[in-house]
């Protein structure tokens, strides 16, 4: 079981910044994976950016340059700093943990938070 808490969602104008951060409640390095998935009013959810126990990153094209995912082992957070942010970033961001309950690879789902980027 790994619980997920996220913060750091809220309303700023295009071009603008936000962090997010997503505390797991268990060691980073138990965890296969990490990441971001958001979820638009109307639309699918759809990743955003992952990052694995190794520390590959990966990127959904509408982000690469722009976001960044990254990591802090002694924290157990992952962050996604977003920057350069437009009005079609605004969604319901989700933290994602995919590991071992057993011999089962589980999805965990953090409760969301919001991002809104008004023009």
């Known amino acids: 079981q790994v619980q997920l808490v996220e913060s750091g969602g809220g309303l700023v104008q295009a071009g603008g910044s936000l962090r997010l951060s997503c505390a797991a409640s268990?060691?980073?390095?138990?965890?296969?994976?990490l990441g971001w998935y958001r979820q638009a009013p109307g639309n699918q959810r759809e990743l955003v950016a992952t990052?694995?126990?190794?520390?590959?990153?990966n990127y959904a094209d509408s982000v690469k340059g722009r976001f960044t995912i990254s990591r802090d082992n002694a924290k157990n957070t992952v962050y996604l700093q977003m920057n350069s942010l437009k009005p079609e970033d605004t969604a319901v961001y989700y933290c994602?943990?995919?590991?071992?309950?057993?011999?089962?690879?589980?999805?965990?789902w953090g409760q969301g938070t919001q991002v809104t980027v008004s023009s």
């Open positions: 994602n943990a995919r590991a071992y309950s057993g011999r089962d690879l589980m999805n965990y």
């Open positions: 990052i694995t126990r190794g520390g590959s990153t």
């Open positions: 268990r060691n980073v390095f138990s965890i296969n994976a």
